[in-house]
């Protein structure tokens, strides 16, 4: 065994391992990749190469295919498991395409034939060195995605806000147990989202989770579609068919848009919760179930339980653990966060290569009111990346509306309180914020619009802390 190891390594240092029957070959390779900076050691064949696998960890190995007692495709195969972080190129005279593809599926990176010259050595080993660091680049990135989404995320939901993340460290609580949850919010914030998180976060993720949309279904058939019905139940029913419930069997039910459920309905509904049992229309019999209920709504249920328009009692039976989702923006600092999701979603579906948001458009982006929330943020980002040229966003990719505050908002923004100098500074910061948009953030051709002096315009973009 020819073992020349030096004492000393530094971190960028590569190990590598010559395995060759020709003494030759494994002087000549050795004594270039020594010149080179790669650590050498050196074995005769594939048998003696296992031995030395078993002892150290090698970055690359230099593996001739014919040799005595074990060739280099043996080789491979018996030393697959300690050779995994290893890139192997294989070297020889007899080779050909198959044994080459032959080798690649055993685990060598790639494959160079007798009889080459030095620098086809070093090219092959450069080539595997850079795709060993983009290797290690790629799983530290994973890595780092992975560690950020399990901060940001719970199911499919996103969202570094303090409101989000108290909300998914509720919802991940609820995924544990078979408590009723009732998720209240607007519409576009994500209920179903994460409904779908709680159930294939818990138990149950195994099994269906079945959405059903109250509104969504004509109240003459609700009930079949809920409970099921029995042969000649109706005219129509020609056969048995399982409910919803019934589908849902040892998993979920969503029940969106619960505050639509018609009052008849209501009483059937507070029947399956109590003895989780159902009765198929047309049916004498009952049928017990294993289901777990998930409900939502955007409407206010307590307000319209006070209106009388929802059972009171059952809004106490559904409403065992609350989840509000919050309006977009009310989440301060996830409309980037969200913004790079969908870039990267429509990125992929669409086939494009949008990069980044232009600094403008992205605070146009985050002063939006988002009336329609992250649905909303989600139907503008694929239109943009529909339109854009290139790889960036630009404010002209976005509807003309985007962050255009209403009439409302601006009413409601000046005539918040009663001090006439905080209604100043609301429309002062308005007006130079339209100006520095109007002169595509050209300061001293706004600071003449607005009829102050530059340095005053700059002190007061300071003083209002405006980014554009």
């Not at 409970?227 to 419930?245: E, I, P, R, S």
């Not at 001293?444 to 530059?454: D, F, K, N, Q, V």
Request: net charge neutral.
């Amino acid at each position: 065994m020819e073992n020349k190891i030096s004492k000393e390594r530094s971190s960028d240092t590569k190990r590598l391992l010559i395995i060759d029957d020709e003494e030759n070959m494994r002087h000549m390779l050795s004594a270039m990749l020594k010149r080179s900076g790669y650590i050498v050691d050196t074995a005769s064949d594939g048998s003696e190469g296992i031995k030395m696998v078993e002892q150290t960890q090698y970055d690359f190995i230099l593996c001739d295919l014919k040799m005595p007692n074990m060739g280099g495709m043996e080789f491979l195969e018996f030393a697959r498991e300690k050779i995994e972080a290893s890139t192997v190129i294989m070297m020889s005279a007899y080779g050909s395409i198959d044994t080459a593809v032959e080798a690649m599926k055993l685990g060598a990176y790639d494959y160079i034939s007798k009889p080459f010259k030095s620098d086809e050595v070093h090219m092959t080993l450069k080539k595997a060195e850079e795709r060993e660091s983009l290797r290690k680049e790629n799983l530290w990135l994973k890595e780092r995605i992975r560690k950020i989404g399990d901060e940001n995320t719970f199911g499919n939901m996103i969202g570094k806000s303090k409101a989000m993340q108290a909300l998914f460290s509720l919802a991940e609580k609820a995924a544990q147990y078979k408590t009723t949850v009732l998720i209240s919010g607007a519409s576009g914030t994500g209920k179903e989202l994460i409904a779908k998180g709680i159930h294939y976060g818990g138990v149950r993720s195994s099994m269906p989770i079945v959405p059903v949309n109250c509104g969504g279904i004509p109240e003459n058939l609700l009930e079949s579609e809920l409970f099921g019905y029995k042969k000649g139940a109706f005219t129509g029913a020609d056969q048995n068919k399982k409910g919803l419930f019934e589908e849902a069997e040892g998993g979920t039910i969503f029940l969106d848009e619960i505050g639509e459920l018609p009052f008849p309905l209501q009483v059937k509904l507070l029947r399956v919760l109590q003895e989780s049992e159902i009765r198929p229309v047309g049916s004498s019999k009952i049928k017990k179930i294993d289901v777990r209920v998930i409900a939502a709504s955007a409407k206010n249920l307590e307000g319209e339980t006070k209106k009388g328009k929802f059972r009171e009692d059952l809004f106490y039976r559904l409403n065992v653990l609350s989840i509000k989702l919050p309006l977009l923006k009310e989440r301060e600092g996830d409309v980037p966060l969200l913004c790079q999701f969908f870039i990267d979603k429509y990125n992929e579906r669409l086939g494009k290569e949008i990069k980044s948001i232009a600094p403008l458009a992205m605070s146009l982006l985050i002063s939006h009111s988002w009336p329609g929330n992250v649905r909303e943020l989600e139907n503008v980002i694929e239109r943009a990346v529909v339109l854009a040229e290139d790889n960036i966003l630009l404010p002209e990719n976005f509807p003309a509306g985007v962050g255009m505050a209403t009439e409302t908002d601006e009413i409601n923004g000046i005539f918040e309180g009663f001090s006439i100098k905080a209604a100043q500074r609301v429309i002062e910061k308005k007006l130079i914020i339209k100006a520095l948009k109007e002169t595509g953030n050209n300061r001293t051709h706004a600071s003449r619009l607005l009829e102050i002096s530059h340095p005053s315009l700059l002190s007061k973009i300071k003083s209002y802390n405006i980014i554009l």
